[in-house]
T-cell receptor, first 113, second 118 residues
Framework: AQTVTQSQPEMSVQEAETVTLSCTYD???????LFWYKQPPSRQMILVIR??????QNATENRFSVNFQKAAKSFSLKISDSQLGDAAMYFC??????????FGPGTRLSVLP | GAVVSQHPSWVICKSGTSVKIECRSL??????MFWYRQFPKQSLMLMAT?????????EQGVEKDKFLINHASLTLSTLTVTSAHPEDSSFYIC??????????????FGSGTQLSVL
């Protein structure tokens, strides 16, 4: 079974600054995917970034990047140049080839003007 | 990107009635669909997983006779809340994944359905 933990229930960041959201996971699978999803007030789940566990290179998507530490089972999300529109709930998730998506409890991010 | 359409967006019903929620993958074949329930300020709680043409697999504690899931085609799954009661009021979200270039092991979400049972 997979488990995902997010130890920061709430975070805040000043506009244009950088913030890092933490995530740790546990899995018995040797190959898996890790994700960060964003849920704004509209409640639509939006994929932010995805990392394949077999790739050592950290994934990046514009202002979003991850720090994937496979041995430590850590998968943090860094948001650079934070914008007001980044304010949302962020969920870390782990998956084994589309059959076993598991979400963490979420981190609520506030962006201060 | 792949699109998942979920309807209705919100529904209000009387206690004891049944409500059907539809989840459609519009531009890909959804081999697997998931149904989640989300309470305010909480994470998504997986209710069941359904593969096209097979019976849904329910998570522990989820009543399969109350939450009927049908995944009859590769583009449509439905969740029927039977004999709804106020405690069933919640936000329900579907998601879908498939195989191939479009989905590439990603999970795509519907926009959710807010159910309020009076």
């Amino acid at each position: 079974a997979q488990t995902v933990t997010q130890s920061q229930p709430e975070m805040s960041v000043q506009e244009a600054e950088t913030v890092t959201l933490s995530c740790t996971y546990d899995t018995s699978e040797s190959d898996y995917y890790l994700f960060w999803y964003k849920q704004p007030p509209s409640r639509q789940m939006i994929l932010v970034i995805r990392q394949e566990a077999y790739k050592q290179q950290n994934a990046t998507e514009n202002r979003f990047s991850v720090n994937f530490q496979k041995a430590a089972k850590s998968f943090s999300l860094k948001i650079s140049d934070s914008q007001l529109g980044d304010a949302a709930m962020y969920f870390c998730a782990a998956d084994n080839y589309g059959q076993n998506f598991v979400f963490g409890p979420g981190t609520r991010l506030s962006v201060l003007p | 990107g792949a699109v998942v359409s979920q309807h209705p967006s919100w529904v209000i019903c009387k206690s004891g009635t049944s409500v059907k929620i539809e989840c459609r993958s519009l531009d890909f074949q959804a081999t697997t669909m998931f149904w989640y329930r989300q309470f305010p300020k909480q994470s998504l709680m997986l209710m069941a997983t359904s593969n096209e043409g097979s019976k849904a697999t329910y998570e522990q504690g989820v009543e399969k006779d109350k939450f009927l899931i049908n995944h009859a085609s590769l583009t449509l799954s439905t969740l029927t809340v039977t004999s709804a009661h106020p405690e069933d009021s919640s936000f329900y979200i579907c998601s879908a994944t498939g195989q191939g270039r479009v989905t590439n092991e990603k999970l795509f979400f519907g926009s959710g359905t807010q159910l309020s049972v009076l």
